[in-house]
């Protein structure tokens, strides 16, 4: 089975396979992003105004800013909040140039929300924008489909929003931020499925550098369903977000590190640590995720600790790739949810997730791997797990993501694993007791306790259609899935 929780659900992803075959469903917690390079960055590329503030007005934030302040350096800033800075800059916008607001050392305590091109720069010492105690529900114009779906009103530190009036999404609106350190941290008590250090949508288009996006959701982990450091997009409701993100740090999340969801939502990730909280038996979570439409590109990025060891049917990813399925599935995000199609994820350091890189396109039966080329690419990452189950499991591994038929929830992990059709896996470096694959003494279809392991599973679940797997490796050895 796989698990989907969102804003609004905690619905279940789950079929049966053929009669007589002791595979039933795998598990994975969802949260409803080479080639496809080009076509990714210049989607969500900040348009040249944005990247220059030569000629741009400029607001200075300060902790002891005033608003008689001169407003030409940290000393004179007018401005001692970053939201009341935003307001200005935004009612000053002429759409010929954008404004530059500059950060000075201090933590800004305060959620921001924007809805016009802006850059962020950081002007001294050290930034952080931090939750407060008490936070709000957005009130903006990418929330009006929410009640009519159900969906629970997103809590954001930063939420950029370009819909028009009426809710539609818009296109140009461009926000670039760097240097800066954006904290979250919900109270363990809460247990809501909207939380955001970052959230970006109604076509807006995000380009974050060089900063930290920390303590998303609630912390220490509980075992609800929110809490994403980025999300791009958001699918049951149709909204497009965009971004791109270089050598950024994200971790201590509740849920996912990145999420990018949706139709016509994209990302390019690259440089970028994700950590997740190592073991835990509170919730599976997912490194980045890429869903529901949305595609991407994740490259020369280094995610780890994404390691469930509870109970519950369900196991954690480094890189999630998932579309497809529908209300018989039980995601409820539709009846006929996106593909994730020409997804890249290449050249990574995936280490102890309990699957490096899951590729999920499933059919609307949730049966079978759709037919229509998804055309997905993991090839030459190195991906390592050292949670094995030899003498019975490590107290690390997983041990209930697979459920079969003969003996309930026993413990899956892969290197990567492929439901999709066409998709390509060459060149991974795979190694560790964690993704050890069968012996001479292991069947299939009838996995023996306590796990299913394998480096590269193109087999289990919804079988992949037509994969192109070549020079992969396992403990430096040629491997082929068998």
Known sequence: ??????????????????????????????????????????????????????????????????????????????????QSAVTAAQAAETGRS???????????????????????????????????????????????????TSTEVPQS?????????????????????????????????????????????????????DSVVTQAGAYPLNGCQGGVGVEAGFSPTGQIGHAVLVSDTINNYQKNGITIDGADSTGYISGVTVSGDGPTNQIAQNGIQISFGATGTITHS?????????????????????????????????????????????????????????????????????????DDVACYNDIRNSHGYQGGPSADANISGFETKKYGAI???????????????????ISGVGYGGRDSRSELPNPKPPAWVRPIDIFSFAAAYHPVVKANSYDGKPYIPH
């Open 302 to 374: 280094t995610i780890t600790g994404n390691n469930y060891t509870g109970t519950g049917e369900a196991f954690a990813t480094g890189v999630l790739v998932v579309g497809g399925g529908g209300k018989v599935c039980g995601n409820g995000v539709s009846s006929n949810p996106g593909l994730v199609r020409d997804a890249t994820v290449t050249r990574n350091t995936l280490i102890n997730n309990d699957v490096g890189v899951a590729l999920f396109n499933i059919n609307s039966k949730c049966n079978a791997s759709v037919h229509i080329p998804t």
């Open 411 to 429: 413990g899956d992990q892969a290197g990567i694993s492929d439901t999709g059709s066409h998709d390509l896996i060459c060149h991974n470096a």
């Open 157 to 209: 530190v930063i939420e950029i929003c370009a819909a028009n009036a009426s809710g539609a999404n818009t296109r140009g609106v461009a926000v670039s931020i760097s240097h800066v350190t954006i904290e979250g941290e919900w109270p363990n008590s809460v247990c809501d499925d909207s939380l955001y250090d970052v959230l970006v949508e109604g076509g807006a288009s995000l380009s974050l550098a």
């Open 98 to 148: 954008v404004p530059t607001i500059k950060l000075c050392s201090g933590t800004y305590t305060e959620q921001v929300t924007i809805s016009k091109s802006l850059n962020f720069v950081r002007a001294s010492g050290a930034v952080t924008i931090e939750l407060p105690a008490s936070p709000v529900n957005s009130t903006t114009t990418c929330q009006t489909k929410d009640a009519a």
């Open 1 to 82: 089975m796989r698990g989907l929780p969102t804003r609004h659900r905690h619905h279940i992803f789950g079929a049966q396979s053929g009669e007589g075959d002791d595979r039933r469903s795998r598990a994975v917690g969802l949260f409803t992003g080479g080639i496809v390079v080009a076509a990714v960055a210049a989607a969500v590329t900040i348009p040249a105004a944005a990247a220059s503030a030569t000629s741009s007005p400029t607001y200075w934030v300060s902790p002891s800013g005033v608003s008689t302040g001169a407003d030409t350096s940290c000393a004179t800033a007018a401005y001692s909040t970053v």
